[in-house]
């Protein structure tokens, strides 16, 4: 035994690196280029098909935002930079991977006009009809529960995205049982699970993992970075081989 191993006690045997095959889709991802904070270019964009594809993704659900005045993304808009993409990566000899488009929603006022005057949302799941949507991460929506309920009355499953990062929710888990019970699914990003965000966002997903609560995985990707912490760091995590024992309903997509 190592003066070390003496000092501090024996290291932990390393994690041998978990395979995203199995999880064979993934639902979120800010890949299509020049429409929000994710992919720029078509030549970045490529580039993250091609670093997704090697994670064993046989099928990428690209889902950029739509926020107020921020990202004003529209469902033609989003379906056009599909097209474009889906004949880019074709040219660059990507094959095997199947390309879809939804959407990032943010809660906001424009998302509740939406569901009022019945705009149809672009979805994902096929006759599930899923929707992806995200909030503040500081301050509580007053209009939650009720944004829920509307979604749900309009024939949507909501999915709400890294419930792991709001803050307003740390402290409160009960909340995101509730949420849960309510019929929204759950969907942690990977990265969570290294660190990647916060320290407390670690610990929430490490809690909903434990108590069987997600639904959904997703990479969130933005570019290499969040790439190269997935492949570094992510991948040998002891968390990681636990969520992909929970009945996920990535590979069903």
Known sequence: MSFFSKLFGPSAPPVAAASLATLGVDMHSHVLPGLDDGAETMEHSLELLRQLQDFGYR????????MGDFYRNTPEGIG????ALRTAAEAAGITGLELDCAAEYYLDERFGRRLEQQEP?????????????????????FNLHESIFNM??????????????????YGRFEELERLREQGVMLQVNLNSLAGYYSAGAKQVAEKLIDGGLVDLLGTDTHHSK?????????LTTPYLAKALALPLLNNTL
Do not use: C, W
């Open 59 to 66: 099928k990428l659900i690209l889902t950029p935002h739509i």
């Open 80 to 83: 056009g930079a599909l097209a």
């Open 226 to 234: 969040h790439l190269h912490t997935l492949r570094t760091k992510t």
């Open 152 to 169: 749900q009355a309009a024939g949507y499953q909501p999915v709400l995205a890294h419930p792991e990062r709001y803050t307003y929710l």
């Open 121 to 141: 949302l672009l979805t994902f799941g096929g006759a599930r009809r899923m929707v992806l949507f995200e909030t503040s991460y500081i301050n509580e929506p």
